[in-house]
């Protein structure tokens, strides 16, 4: 089962995430996650990815699609994915599949989850004084990764749609509420 969690900067994905990677067994892939791991490094890939990311940009299709790719082959006896914050443009939706196609996987299902932006502002600035994220820690970055969404990321819910594998879901109750409604989701449609 391949499962690709949406949603804007700060609606939850990586918290939902790390409970559905353990209760279907799957490997949580964060593009995220595995940025900031290689900034701390000071890798290659860490430094190319720092201004985008500081400034609230996406990082490049190029940089992007060729991290995903590695994370996939470095799992291959995986039960299956979660993908949290990838895609995030048509480009990389189209890559995903056509790679996933090549193995005999494909996705099974999307979910989107939805929250007001007010409620993520607050959020995120919460999250950035916690953790020290440089890009959780400015509301103009914050305005610039929602503009990024609303660009560039959204429209891959009609790229879903037209597949009959979306889905969305409020994101704005309690942690365990909408974990409780994201794992009644993927069990109706996990078969799909
Ligand atoms: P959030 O969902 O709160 O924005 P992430 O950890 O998913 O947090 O992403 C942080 C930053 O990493 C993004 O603002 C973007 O710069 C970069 N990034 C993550 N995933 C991608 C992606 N698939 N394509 C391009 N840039 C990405």
């Known amino acids: 089962m391949n499962i690709v969690l949406f949603g804007m900067p700060g609606s939850g994905k990586g918290t939902q995430a790390n409970f559905i ?32 990311i500081d400034s609230g ?14 994370k996939i082959e470095e799992n291959t006896n995986s039960k299956g994915y979660i993908f949290d914050g990838f895609p995030r443009t048509i480009e990389q939706g189209i890559h995903l599949d056509n790679f996933l196609f090549k193995k005999n ?8 989850l939805e929250v007001d932006e007010r409620i993520l502002i607050n ?8 953790s020290g994220r440089a890009d959780d820690q400015d509301k103009m970055k914050i305005r610039q990764r929602f503009d990024e969404y609303n660009q560039k ?10 597949q009959n594998k979306f889905f969305s879901i ?15 989701l993927i069990d109706k449609h996990k078969n799909d």
């Open 21 to 52: 990677k353990i209760k279907y067994n799957l490997t949580h892939i964060s593009t995220g996650d595995v940025f900031r791991e290689n900034i701390k490094k000071n890798t290659e890939l860490g430094k190319l990815a720092r201004s985008y």
């Open 57 to 70: 940009k996406l990082v490049p299709d190029e940089l992007t699609i060729n991290l995903l790719e590695n």
């Open 105 to 112: 996987l494909s996705i099974n299902l999307t979910i989107s």
């Open 123 to 130: 959020r995120i600035l919460k999250r950035g004084v916690e």
């Open 153 to 162: 990321t959204s429209i891959l819910k009609e790229y879903y749609k037209e």
């Open 170 to 184: 409020s994101g704005q109750d309690s942690i365990n509420q909408v974990k409780d409604r994201l794992t009644k």
